[in-house]
C-alpha cells in the first residue's frame, strides 16, 4: 500500500470524513461544497497522492461532472477539466495545482481548505 496515501487518508479520517482507498490510488470521500454555484451539493472527491504529505494531491477528481470538459489551459474556474476515466469515467479531473504548498501547513486539513476556495465562484 502507498505511504503517502494511507497517511492522507488517516488525516481525512481524521477530520470525520469516511473514506476508502480505491484502485489502491486514490482516496475517496464525500465532500459538502460549502460556497459558490454548487452550494450544499453533496459530491465525491478522489484524491492521488503517493507522495502526500511531501507533496500535495495532484488536484482534485470530481464526481459527478460540475463543469464541461475544456481540457488544457484557460483560467479557474472553466480552464483544465479533463476527462481521464479513473477512477471512474464519472469522475473528471481538475487541473488545480496547490502553488502554495511548501508554505502551508502541508496536511489535510490545509488541503480541503485549498479544495473549498475552488468552488468559490458563481
Known sequence: ?????????????ELGYKTEIVDKRFVVFKFIIPTGRFIDKEIEIALEAPQFPLNPPSGPYIKPHLMPITGGGGAHPTGGIHRRDIPTSEFQYWSRPFNGWSNSSKNAKEYLAFIRTLFDFQ
Open 1 to 13: 500500500m502507498n505511504i503517502g496515501l494511507n497517511e492522507l487518508q488517516n488525516q481525512l479520517s
